[in-house]
Nanobody, 118 residues
Framework: QVQLVESGGGLVQPGGALRLSCAAS????????MGWNRQTPGKQRELVAS???????WYADFVKGRFTIARDTNNNTVNLQMTSLNVEDTAVYYC????????????WGQGTQVTVAS
């Protein structure tokens, strides 16, 4: 099973930027897609952005124009550049590798906290 480890979370002021990184213990190309999800207390985990095996990116409407997902298949990392952050972006951000159960199932990182506050 490929392990995923997130880093880069922290405290940032509204309007600021953060870059999250997800490092995989193996090739990220074993997954159909890599994504970033987030969760706040009392809410369901929601998909923020994803990038598929062909490099096509998808973004939730609430982050379009502010967040950018990128992958490095040589180093097996997936990054999420976040700009123009607002307090509603405060959440635990999780990296996810998605694939069918037959192929091995999904992998999740442990999460990294992002707090946007003044």
């Amino acid at each position: 099973q490929v392990q995923l480890v997130e880093s880069g979370g922290g405290l940032v002021q509204p309007g600021g930027a953060l870059r999250l990184s997800c490092a995989a213990s193996g090739s990220i190309l074993v997954f159909d897609a890599m994504g970033w999800n987030r969760q706040t207390p009392g809410k369901q985990r929601e998909l923020v952005a994803s990038i598929d095996r062909n490099g096509r990116a998808w973004y939730a409407d609430f982050v379009k124009g502010r967040f950018t997902i990128a992958r490095d298949t040589n180093n097996n990392t997936v990054n999420l550049q976040m700009t123009s952050l607002n307090v509603e972006d405060t959440a635990v951000y999780y990296c996810k590798g998605a694939r069918t159960r037959r192929a091995g199932g999904d992998s999740w990182g442990q999460g990294t906290q992002v707090t946007v506050a003044s």
